[in-house]
């Protein structure tokens, strides 16, 4: 607990996410009361206002996750070098290169992406065995689920008020480094892997990795 103590001290902010008003909220700056195991609820409600408010990092974005990767249209899949080539590898994934407009493969030697720009929307056409198809970057899918979870359609499923989201989602979204600290309580809920999922997803959005 001292971490938390003097965490405080040099200025961070301490929220406590739980149903109940407990002896960790008392040592908080915020308590966000949340119906239990309606924790994947609150935070795509969290990833909805940091993409509403465009609170999220592109530049980590672009580099240090698969939002970039195109996924075809007509199928759901990632585009791989196996749907362009005969014989071609299913580990080979595509981006649309903003830079050079066109498709072309992502970097694996490194994350690093020199001068390739990769598109985080649109929608463009990509040559594949079976003919032209349309592919579209994950983030813009993305968008696309995250949409329906705002604060106001979460507030039955989590009992947390929009205004309260909002706040924790820009608390978030601003911060230098943000990190969420939980214990094996989503192990015990039959889809706890995808509460945890959607709170990485979180972090992921604002680039608090690695801080």
């Known amino acids: 607990a001292h971490f938390f103590n003097e965490a405080r001290y040099h200025g961070a902010k301490v929220v406590t996410i739980a149903p109940d008003y407990n002896p960790s909220a008392v040592h908080a700056d915020l308590w966000v009361p949340v119906k239990v195991g309606s924790d994947a609820a609150l935070a795509l409600a969290i990833a909805n206002v940091l993409l509403e408010e465009k ?11 698969d939002q970039p990767l195109l996924v075809r249209r007509d199928n759901g899949k990632f585009l791989r070098e196996s749907d362009r080539v005969r014989g071609g590898r299913d580990d080979v994934f595509y981006v649309y290169d903003t830079a050079a407009r066109r498709v072309r493969e992502a970097p694996k030697r490194s994350l690093k992406l020199g ?8 929608e463009y056409d990509a040559t ?5 198809v349309k592919v579209t ?14 604060p106001e359609d979460t507030q039955p499923i989590t ?3 929009p ?10 979204g601003r911060a230098r480094a943000a990190t969420i600290i939980t214990q094996s309580n989503f192990s015990k809920f039959y889809h706890g892997a995808e509460m945890e999922r959607a709170q990485m997803l979180v972090l992921a959005l604002c680039g608090h990795y690695g801080k």
């Open 55 to 65: 609170l999220h990092d592109e530049a980590f974005l672009r580099e240090q996750t």
């Open 115 to 122: 001068r390739i720009a990769p598109a985080l929307d649109g």
């Open 128 to 132: 594949t065995l079976q003919g032209t």
């Open 137 to 150: 970057p994950a983030f813009t899918l993305l968008r696309e689920k995250v949409a329906a979870f705002s």
């Open 159 to 161: 009992g947390v008020p």
């Open 163 to 172: 205004v309260l989201v909002r706040t924790l989602a820009r608390d978030i």
